[in-house]
């Protein structure tokens, strides 16, 4: 099992550019989450999913969509990026509801907004 | 969802037991309380998690205390690896991640 990966590992943007962060998982969890991290803070949720074809907004979902369409795949869409998006972004999966599941978390992709 | 209070940072002599301790007055009697840690900037570990007995795993172990308005999770013989930010979370349906702890584990 190769968890959860998240693509890509860094990238650069400039403001107003628009991307895709992509995070896959292959353990057949029904929830995923996308959470973001600013330096010397903590993981802060933007968009969950309990399942395909539903997804709901966290604390901080403006900026952002999301859409999960097959069971593995969780994409977060930057619509147009400004600089308070620069952040480290985290993909996370688990079996069944949070309440009482753990979280499997991906590696990250650092995201910087010029 | 209920918050949860932790120190900012401590520290431990390694080989020791590290005891990191974690409010959580306001918890609800169907609330979880879960541990995760995070080493460097890698994504978040989970490690441990309660709703009202002690629980222990090759990891940690986690004290939950009688009104299960905290909880202090215990590292048996901590090592320079587990120098991290530990994280108490109380859960409802959603996760909400706090500051942490920092723990530095000292040779």
């Known amino acids: 099992n190769a968890g959860v990966t998240q693509t890509p590992k860094f990238q650069v943007l400039k403001t107003g550019q628009s991307m895709t962060l992509q995070c896959a998982q292959d353990?057949?969890?029904?929830?995923m989450s996308w959470y973001r991290q600013d330096p010397g803070m903590g993981l802060r949720l933007i968009h969950y999913s309990v399942g395909a074809g539903i997804t709901d907004q966290g604390e901080v979902p403006n900026g952002y969509n999301v859409s999960r369409s097959t069971t593995e795949d969780f994409p977060l869409r930057l619509l147009s990026a400004a600089p308070s998006q620069t952040s480290v972004y985290f993909c996370?999966?688990?079996?069944?509801?949070?309440?009482?599941?753990?979280?499997?978390f991906g590696p990250g992709t650092r995201l910087t907004v010029l | 969802d209920a918050k949860t209070t932790q120190p900012p940072s401590m520290d431990c002599a390694e080989g020791r037991a590290a005891n990191l301790p974690c409010n959580h007055s306001t918890i609800s009697g169907n609330e979880y309380v879960y541990w995760y840690r995070q080493i460097h900037s890698q994504g978040p570990q989970y490690i441990i998690h309660g709703l009202k007995n002690n629980e222990t795993n090759e990891m940690a172990s986690l004290i939950i205390t009688e009104d299960r308005k905290s909880s202090t999770l215990i590292l048996p013989h901590a090592t320079l690896r587990d120098t991290a930010v530990y994280y108490c979370?109380?859960?409802?349906?959603?996760?909400?991640f706090g500051t942490g702890t920092s723990l530095t584990v000292i040779p």
């Open positions: 353990m057949n969890h029904e929830y």
């Open positions: 996370a999966s688990s079996l069944g509801t949070v309440v009482y599941n753990e979280q499997f």
């Open positions: 979370i109380v859960n409802g349906n959603q996760f909400y």
